[in-house]
């Protein structure tokens, strides 16, 4: 493959922002991600959360942070993000 057709591979893979929830195990964090979707009766809009396994392949993320991720090839039997960066560092104390 060429590095203009890699480049545009990356271009085209979604990417989403989430908040890392747990990172117990190795090269995984799990992420929760938040949408907002209107009731159709009612029209008042409703938190819905969807967990998400990424690969995390130096384990530095915490618990909290505020991370991107990305579309990937499947990795294991459930995950099929991974990491992009980490936008905002949760302070742990």
């Known amino acids: 493959m060429t590095e203009q057709a890699i480049n545009q591979a990356d271009k085209t893979q979604r990417t989403v922002v989430a908040k890392v929830i747990s990172n117990k195990m190795n090269k995984t964090i799990v992420v929760q991600v938040e949408r907002k979707v209107k009731h159709p009766l009612y029209d008042k809009y409703i938190r819905r959360f969807s967990k998400m396994y990424v690969h995390d392949e130096d384990n530095t993320c915490k618990v909290g942070d505020v ?14 993000w991974k990491l992009v960066e980490i936008l905002n560092k949760e302070d742990q104390q």
Do not use: A, E, G
């Open 67 to 80: 991370v991107v991720i990305q579309q990937t090839r499947p990795l294991s039997k459930t995950k099929r």
